[in-house]
């Protein structure tokens, strides 16, 4: 029988606790944690690490190597989480208030904050309704203004249209004038003596 060499490891229990701890708190981040690639993350967590334990360096590619080992072990033998209160049979149920139609969330569960995806979603729906509003405004200023100028248009157009009859009533009204001033003595044609 041949005895299988087992690597020691590099880290000793206090590291361990503190290298679980700076992973969890990058990890938890939602800012840090989903705008990164895998090296920058385990970057962030050495340097955390390294705040933590106050002075001894370990290298990203050592805690890189030591997590993947770990989440080796621990994938095989998966069990499914505690969870802090065990479901029983004589527990009531939680039933939301129907008479203001809101259920209120129970104040013992964490409020999640919002991702990184969700929060760019927000901002950008946030920026597209400021320039829709701002579209809004600026259209309502130019219907404005070309109401007031159609307008005065109309205003133009009418006194032009009064101005324009006048002037051809004028024009008739000589004209009848002058028919009625002719003396028919001195007219010609037969038809027009008639």
């Given at each position: 029988m041949t005895t299988a060499k087992s690597q020691t490891s590099n880290f000793t229990p206090t590291e361990d606790e503190h290298l679980a701890r700076s992973w969890y708190q990058v990890s938890q981040d939602p800012f840090t944690n989903n705008s990164q690639k895998r090296d920058a993350f385990w970057e962030t967590i050495t340097g955390t690490f390294n705040a933590c334990t106050g002075g001894s360096r370990k290298t990203k590619s050592l805690m890189n190597s030591k997590s993947q080992k770990n989440v080796a072990n621990t994938s095989t033998q998966s069990q499914p989480a505690p969870t802090s209160n065990p479901p029983s049979s004589n527990a009531p149920l939680s039933t939301p208030n129907l008479q203001n139609g809101t259920s209120e969330p129970n104040?013992?569960?964490p409020v999640r904050p919002i991702g990184i995806k969700r929060a760019k979603q927000q901002a950008a729906s946030e920026y597209a309704s400021k320039k829709k509003l701002q579209l809004l405004e600026k259209n309502a200023a130019k219907g404005q203004r070309?109401?007031?100028?159609?307008s005065e248009a109309n205003a133009i157009q009418t006194e032009t249209n009064k101005i324009q009859k006048r002037r051809a009533n004028a024009k008739q009204a000589l004209a009848n004038i002058k028919i009625m001033d002719k003396d028919l003595a001195t007219v010609t044609d037969e038809w027009l003596h008639e």
């Amino acid at each position: 029988m041949t005895t299988a060499k087992s690597q020691t490891s590099n880290f000793t229990p206090t590291e361990d606790e503190h290298l679980a701890r700076s992973w969890y708190q990058v990890s938890q981040d939602p800012f840090t944690n989903n705008s990164q690639k895998r090296d920058a993350f385990w970057e962030t967590i050495t340097g955390t690490f390294n705040a933590c334990t106050g002075g001894s360096r370990k290298t990203k590619s050592l805690m890189n190597s030591k997590s993947q080992k770990n989440v080796a072990n621990t994938s095989t033998q998966s069990q499914p989480a505690p969870t802090s209160n065990p479901p029983s049979s004589n527990a009531p149920l939680s039933t939301p208030n129907l008479q203001n139609g809101t259920s209120e969330p129970n104040s013992k569960e964490p409020v999640r904050p919002i991702g990184i995806k969700r929060a760019k979603q927000q901002a950008a729906s946030e920026y597209a309704s400021k320039k829709k509003l701002q579209l809004l405004e600026k259209n309502a200023a130019k219907g404005q203004r070309q109401s007031k100028q159609m307008s005065e248009a109309n205003a133009i157009q009418t006194e032009t249209n009064k101005i324009q009859k006048r002037r051809a009533n004028a024009k008739q009204a000589l004209a009848n004038i002058k028919i009625m001033d002719k003396d028919l003595a001195t007219v010609t044609d037969e038809w027009l003596h008639e």
